[in-house]
């Protein structure tokens, strides 16, 4: 009997959770000139030193404006992390957050020729993890990819202006 309650009220703190993920569909910020800037730039840029430089800044803006904590960024010049199955690549990770140090990772190569990743998929990922960041300090959720993720994915990248074409 207890555990049937247990079980109840886990699942409804994850359908509360879910609902709140799902029906928010927007971001709460302002993209600065240098916010615009510093992700035009990231669109040009390549090499994981420039990358890194311009992640932080702009990831500090977009944390400021938001009004929650800055994160730490660690690009690696490495491919992604990657499994095989034979010859066929079965998973790869493009980036990762982790809420409690608040750190996003990113790997600037391709998982399997180890190419630098192309400035639009780099862009993406970045401020995918970002929104991981923005759902758990400022939403104060668990960050799930929700519709309502995606959501607040397109518009973060439709006040950045960035282009929907990849290149
Ligand atoms: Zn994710």
Known sequence: MFQIIIKAARKSLRDV????????SSVKIKASELAL??????????????RQQLSEALLDEL???AGIDVVEVAIADQN????R???????????????????????????ARGQILAPKSFLDTLLHEW??????YKLKINSI???GFYERLNDLK??????????
Not at 17 to 24: F, G, P
Not at 80 to 83: A, L, P, S, V
């Open 145 to 147: 990819h929700s519709k």
């Open 80 to 83: 992604q992390i990657h499994r």
């Open 17 to 24: 959770n879910y609902s709140r993920s799902n029906s928010i």
């Open 85 to 111: 199955k034979g010859t066929r690549i079965i998973m790869k990770k493009y980036g990762s957050y982790q809420p409690s140090s608040r750190t996003i990772k990113i790997s600037n190569r391709t998982a």
């Open 37 to 50: 800037k510093l992700s035009s730039d990231i669109l040009t840029s390549s090499e994981a030193e420039s």
């Open 158 to 167: 439709s006040k950045l202006q960035i282009p929907k074409k990849s290149n």
């Open 63 to 65: 944390s400021d404006s």
């Open 131 to 136: 929104v991981h960041h923005y759902d758990t």
